[in-house]
């Protein structure tokens, strides 16, 4: 349900002076609920003609994700949650051309198998019209480790109008890639990344919201995959990008709310520039309609498109002049398309959700930038379930 | 162990209603516990606010505060002024608790009173003539303050508070149309409760409800026809005319007080402007125009 208007909350706030009334609303606050989501990630197999050797079965991801928000007084909040992944398959590794030209893909051989357990704290404070939240985080894998901080805080004009949002979050990683020795990879490296956020939210009407933010994150250290290799000119080398990493994303999001249908539509637009020169647009629009007792049907389609940077290629004829290589396909030009479904029920202290997505990338559907031959190009089915209950 | 547990009700009158309260219990005993709870709350505000009595503390407040110097009243009937007073500043006036003699001019007559007597009320009317800073009241000699329009769902709030503090957590009670959900069946389900249809006597809807409060508010409840028309009891303070807005009006919140507010004003702004408040609410509500045309902002209601 919406936020109340200025008419209403100055209601709500007159109230609270009345005996006994903030005890009494305070033992209405979802005081503490539990949320578990198991979510199943499963990209499909490299096919056949664009395969050279090594394992086609690709990322299978299944995480399960354990959050418990507890309420530890009006104003606090605590969140504490603890995430669970275990991930196997194969990954593309390097891109070698075809007797025709085409470019194929060698896939790493032996099946990867890795757990990553990721544990999150955080406290929120809301006090009048202005909320905070400080939070601390530790993400473990075999051979990656990370600690990071955040902060974020928001304000609401006094007509609850407008929200203006802040945040700044800083991450340190370290890597240690597994048989370092054995295929010549780095022993251990170290990056980290700093991030602020700036956003506006504003009321258009009773029906409609729109939301605008810019994001800029500085990373630096080693900002290479380890795990993969690039053929340059006759010789197979290691993964090899600029240390350094600026990145700058503008989000728009609109919510219009729907009378008659009861239905909200969700528009949101993303673009995102960086030092490396890659160039990507988000557009994602949802349809959320409500149906009888409490359930509620999410239907959504997101296109993205992003241009290369100069130093990704899937392999080079000559070598570069800057000594930068890389036939990551996350970094091609390409496009992608993903359709979602989901759908959720809430009954007083209960709610369910399940989800599925399909999400379709292929160079042919790029907006700009030289189509590239990426063989890599992912596709994958994600399933999702989650519970959430109110203690 | 679990003893089992048993549904109780319980009917009093209180204020001038039918009330009832009902809880699951233990026992006969415990079940008594939270009658005798309920009515004491009800009681002791009814004693203290009603505007039917000659001698209660609101009254003998007003009579005083219309003395030069004023009265302070104490810090329950403060925060209720400065409720009052909120609501009136958030219905750009049409609120008001001194229309009390607006009121009673509509209230006994059989004709439209004429424009002389409603003028002559009007003096009588109007918040902004109240001298009130939050803690010494001074009235104009010749008005009335009429708490009647917040108290009843005031008390709803306040014997949900006592009866969850004595430890009940799965029932309601319900003051004459006013209730506060102390907490669903003891199985998490919500309650189901009936939305009077404005004309046919009959249930407009059920609404499922598992804490807060509910308020309903409509033209079919203490009307007077004159001439055939149907005149709400509601009276616009600003005109001094009972409003002509929607049928009826249903609104769940957090507390019982602020659908009661939410209800009353949305009945005070007339049928655009009403529908447009509950819109913007964020509550849960639920309107019937008179002409069969129901609007509603809730997954939860169902219709007979």
């Not at chain 1, 354990?66 to 909040?77: C, Q």
């Not at chain 2, 009902?22 to 004693?47: F, K, M, T």
């Not at chain 2, 005083?64 to 002024?81: I, K, V, Y």
Request: aromatic residues 10%; glycine residues 8%.
């Amino acid at each position: 349900m919406k936020a109340p208007s200025a008419r209403i909350r100055a209601l709500f706030a007159s109230s609270l002076g009345l005996p006994g009334m903030q005890e009494l609303l305070a033992a209405e606050l979802p005081e503490e609920n539990v949320a578990y989501r198991f979510t199943h990630y499963d990209e499909e197999p490299v096919p056949k003609e664009k395969l050279l050797a090594g394992d086609p079965s690709r990322y299978s991801i299944d995480s399960q994700q354990l959050r418990w928000v507890k309420n530890l007084d009006e104003n606090y909040t605590l969140t504490v949650g603890y995430l669970h992944e275990a991930m196997s398959g194969s990954s593309p590794w390097y891109v070698i051309p075809g007797s025709d030209g085409q470019a194929l893909q060698v896939m790493s051989g032996a099946t990867i198998r890795e757990k990553r357990d990721q544990l999150d704290i955080s406290l929120g404070l809301s006090a009048d019209n202005s909320s905070h939240e400080f939070g601390l985080g530790y993400s473990t894998e075999d051979d990656y480790r990370a600690v990071y901080g955040s902060y974020s805080g928001s304000r609401e004009t006094a007509d609850s109008l407008e929200e203006y949002s802040w945040g700044f979050s800083y991450s340190d990683d370290e890597i240690h890639p597994s048989d370092a020795t054995e295929f010549g990879r780095v022993l251990s490296a170290a990056r980290d990344a700093w991030s602020a956020s700036l956003g506006f939210s504003q009321v258009v009407n009773r029906n409609a919201v729109i939301q605008t933010g810019a994001t800029v994150t500085r990373q630096t250290g080693f900002l290479s995959d380890p795990y993969k290799l690039v053929l340059v000119e006759q010789s197979i080398l290691s993964d090899q990008r600029p240390d350094e990493r600026t990145m700058f994303s503008w989000t728009t999001r609109l919510r219009q709310y729907l009378q008659r249908s009861r239905a909200a539509l969700q528009l949101d637009y993303r673009y995102f520039l960086d030092s490396w020169d890659i160039q990507a647009h988000t557009l994602d629009a949802a349809w959320v309609q409500p149906l009888n007792e409490g359930w509620e049907l999410t239907s959504g389609v997101r296109y993205y498109t992003q241009k290369a940077p100069d130093f990704y290629a899937p392999y080079f004829e000559a070598t570069p002049s800057d000594p930068y290589w890389s036939s990551d396909y996350r970094l091609a030009t390409y496009g992608a398309l993903s359709y979602r479904l989901n759908l959720q029920w809430q009954q007083h202290r209960y709610q369910a959700l399940a989800g599925v997505e399909y999400y379709d990338s292929d160079s042919s559907l790029a907006l700009a930038g030289k189509p590239q031959d990426t063989p890599g190009l992912v596709d994958f089915w994600r399933l999702s379930v989650a519970f959430t209950v109110s203690l | 162990m679990n003893r089992p547990v048993k549904l109780v009700r319980k009917r009093f009158n209180s204020m001038g209603c039918p009330a009832e309260i009902c809880v699951y219990s233990h026992s006969e005993q415990s079940a008594n516990r939270a009658w005798a709870i309920a009515r004491a709350e009800a009681q002791r505000l009814d004693l203290k606010y009603s505007s039917y009595r000659t001698n209660n503390y609101f009254v003998l407040l007003q009579q005083r505060a219309a003395q030069p110097g004023g009265a302070s009243p104490d810090a329950e009937t403060s925060a209720l002024l400065n409720f009052a007073s909120c609501q009136y500043r958030q219905s750009d006036g049409c609120f008001d608790i001194t229309t009390g003699q607006l009121s009673r001019l509509w209230e006994r007559s059989a004709s439209i009173p004429a424009s002389h007597e409603i003028d002559q009320a009007m003096g009588r009317t109007g918040w902004h003539k109240v001298a009130w800073d939050g803690h010494r009241l001074g009235l104009p000699g010749g008005m009335r303050l009429d708490l009647g329009g917040i108290v009843k769902e005031y008390a709803a709030d306040r014997v949900a508070l006592l009866l969850r503090k004595a430890g009940f957590n799965s029932g309601y009670i319900d003051l004459g149309g006013d209730l506060h959900i102390i907490g669903p069946h003891p199985d998490s389900r919500p309650w189901r409760v009936g939305i009077r249809h404005p004309r046919n006597g009959g249930v407009l809807a059920g609404i499922d409800i598992s804490h807060g409060g509910l308020a309903s508010s409509g033209d079919y409840e203490r009307f007077r026809m004159i001439d055939g028309q149907r005149y709400s009891h509601l009276i616009d303070a600003r005109s001094g005319w009972p409003v002509q807005g929607l049928a009826s009006v249903s609104v769940w919140a957090s507390s019982c007080l602020i659908a009661g507010a939410v209800t009353t004003l949305a009945m005070l702004l007339g049928r655009q402007q009403g529908l447009d408040l509950l819109a913007e609410s964020g509550l849960g509500w639920l309107a019937h125009d008179g002409h069969g045309r129901i609007t509603d902002q809730s997954s939860t209601a169902s219709y007979c």
